[in-house]
């Protein structure tokens, strides 16, 4: 690439890389989304896992939500993906530097 | 707003339990509530084996991923040696807390056997959620690791394997080259990404060759670039199992890819906000700031001239 700034880019061109660069953070977001997928199921499993075995422990009849993991991940697949780009446009960090 | 799953769904967790339990004892449900909290932060870290040559940006992937800001090999690691193989293995500040990571040689740096390797790697393999085997993605000299593929990795048992990860990294160095990397758009060009494309296609195929069972799936990324690094994460967290996968992704802090895009290609929601009169100041920025402003001129300019022939680091 010879281009040093933006401004030496026909403008053609320009809209040709915007689009590239769209369907690069369309890609990003859709393997973001399914980290968080995978991770919230992964998290709701464990938890309804040991929150029977604490409340065996206590030898209480705690009731356990179980519809709760269930209506959380499907929150995931609808509601959240609505808020999702926003969230993880909030979370990115830059590097720290080498210590 | 910061995206953490374990946070976030506990406290939905724990406001279903009350609302479920009204009629419990406070204490109960409060007891409870602590011990659940106990074993969750006594859940051990995630523990992640790199495997890779000197250079091939085995450091330069760990900060991209979990934003570690420190090289691999620091001086908190423990050294394992065995049959002639050494494997690093220490604890690793992260932005998200710590990680414990296994830092093994390449083929290429060691004059150990493949069977030496086969019993290093399959103990390795037992003890970490994941392991991320890193490739260069410009070197196509990857004899080695087809033969140890094709002779020694498939005799490690197959749940084992499907914790590895085959990354090629420094795509942005892929025929063409670096010239042909858009510096403004962070992306590569249409030749360079045939060519990155073909480069995923053989060493899938090689892998696919020694290991029939293997499901994983090779990821080409840049950590230089911070190109395709949730791409990355994602195949990461694939290898992981289930009960596990949360913990790893508690502790993803990706490298910010859109720092290095020219805002007038991003749309309007993804331009970085600028920090207003009244946010708290970035301690990191502010120390830049002052260092800057005591250089001397010359120092000044001799930074700027760095920058802009942008070395390669790895």
């Known amino acids: 690439m010879t281009a040093q700034t933006i401004y030496d880019i026909p403008a053609a061109e320009q809209e040709r890389i915007r689009q590239q660069v769209l369907n690069k953070i369309a890609e990003m977001d859709a393997a973001e989304l399914r980290v968080h997928r995978q991770a919230s199921s992964s998290f709701a499993e464990f938890l309804s896992q040991l929150a029977y075995e604490i409340a065996g422990l206590l030898g209480y009849a705690i009731a356990i939500p179980l519809a709760w993991a269930q209506n959380v991940v499907e929150g995931i697949a609808t509601g959240l993906e609505d808020g999702f780009t926003r969230g993880m446009r909030d979370q990115r960090v830059s590097p720290r530097r080498r210590r | ?314």
């Open chain 2, 1 to 314: 707003m910061k995206v953490t799953v374990a946070k976030d769904m506990l406290a939905q967790f724990f406001d279903a339990l009350r609302q479920g339990n009204a009629d419990a004892p406070k204490a109960v449900l409060d007891t409870f509530e602590q011990r659940v909290r106990d074993r969750i932060a006594h859940e051990p870290t995630p523990r992640l084996a790199l495997i890779g040559d000197t250079g091939v940006g085995k450091s330069s992937t760990l900060n991209a991923l979990f934003n570690a800001g420190q090289d691999v090999g620091h001086v908190k690691a423990t050294t394992s040696t065995e049959h002639g193989i050494t494997v690093k293995i220490g604890p690793v500040d992260a932005e998200h807390g710590e990680i414990v990571v296994y830092d093994m040689p390449g083929l290429n740096e060691s004059l150990a056997t493949h069977d030496q390797h086969l019993a290093t790697y399959a103990r390795v393999l037992a003890d970490v959620d994941v392991a991320l085997w890193i490739l260069e993605a410009p070197n196509r000299a990857i004899e080695k690791v087809q033969s140890f593929l094709r002779t020694e990795l498939r005799q490690i048992n197959p749940k084992l394997t499907d914790r590895v990860v085959f990354a090629l990294n420094k795509v942005d160095l892929v025929y063409p080259g670096q010239t042909a990397w858009h510096p403004l758009a962070c992306l590569p060009s249409e030749e360079q990404q045939r060519n990155i494309d073909a480069r995923i296609k053989d060493v899938q195929r090689l892998v696919l060759e020694a290991i029939p069972s293997w499901h994983g799936t090779v990821i080409g990324y840049s950590a230089i670039q911070r190109y395709n690094l949730p791409q990355l994460f994602a195949v990461m967290l694939d290898a992981v199992g289930k009960k596990r996968q949360w913990v790893l992704a508690e502790h993803k802090a990706l490298a910010d890819y859109f720092e290095l895009v020219d805002e007038r290609f991003l749309p309007e929601d993804r331009r970085r906000a600028r920090p207003t009169k009244d946010a708290p100041p970035n301690r990191e920025d502010a120390d830049l700031q002052k260092a800057l402003l005591n250089m001397s001129e010359e120092d000044l300019q001799r930074l700027l001239d760095e920058r802009r022939r942008r070395p390669t680091k790895i």
